[in-house]
């Protein structure tokens, strides 16, 4: 039984470069999250897609920021020109409904590091 | 003012000890609470969810939400070195969650 997987676990990158990592959710789970998580913070969310359809964008996300979704599968994340600030842990999650509630599992995360 | 409110810690106690973690929230609309658990550079684990007021338990977990107080939270019964980790408090809004800010618990043996 294989979890929520995320690729690179780890990206070092200059300032100003793009970066783009993917999540690969649970197979059978239609709705797959975005997170942000900085050093001694809570996860903060960045947006959800519920098959191939983005559902909702925080307003942490900014016009760098792009996420897809193609064919419902995995997902990608793509930081654009990134900056010092992007620096963090970036964690999904995929979800099944049971009745209301969401049960979320999360991957290990990518941490970034922006020098 | 943040939304959910929780004491970062850090939290240190023997082993054997009965852990109590806590949160606040500001939004009555919330009505799924859920306990994580994460491991220092993993990603974070459900341990437990309750829906709206009450208990529930699970072996040495218990967890509590008072809607009235905006309160919710999470006792560890016999607490183990393997306990140790930052326990996150989360609310459901809307299909995705609103995270406390963690608190870093180190259980001593």
């Known amino acids: ?115 | 003012q943040k939304e959910v409110e929780q004491d970062p810690g850090p939290l240190s106690v023997p082993e054997g000890a009965i852990v109590s973690l806590n949160c606040t929230y500001s939004n009555s609309a919330f009505q799924y609470f859920m306990w994580y658990r994460q491991y220092s550079r993993k990603g974070p684990e459900l341990l437990m969810y309750t829906y709206s007021s009450g208990n529930k338990e699970d072996g040495r977990f218990t967890a509590q939400v008072d809607k009235s107080s905006k309160y919710i939270s999470l006792f560890i019964r016999d607490s183990q070195p393997s306990d140790s980790a930052t326990y996150l408090c989360a609310m459901s809004k809307g299909g995705k969650l609103i995270f406390g800010q963690g608190t870093e618990l180190s259980v001593k043996p």
Not at chain 1, 29 to 39: A, C, D, P
Not at chain 1, 93 to 105: G, I, N, P, T, V
């Open chain 1, 1 to 115: 039984d294989t979890g929520v997987s995320q690729d690179p676990r780890h990206k070092i990158t200059k300032r100003g470069q793009n970066v783009t990592f993917r999540c690969d959710p649970i197979s059978e789970h239609n709705r797959l999250y975005w997170y942000r998580q900085t050093l001694g913070q809570g996860p903060e969310f960045l947006t959800y897609f519920q098959n191939e359809a983005q559902l909702e964008k925080s307003r942490l996300l900014s016009d760098r920021f792009s996420a897809e979704r193609p064919k419902g599968s995995f997902s990608t994340l793509e930081i654009q020109r990134t900056e010092q600030g992007d620096s963090a842990m970036y964690l999904c999650a995929s979800s099944l409904k049971l009745a209301d509630f969401y049960e979320q599992y999360f991957g290990p995360g990518t941490r970034l590091t922006v020098t």
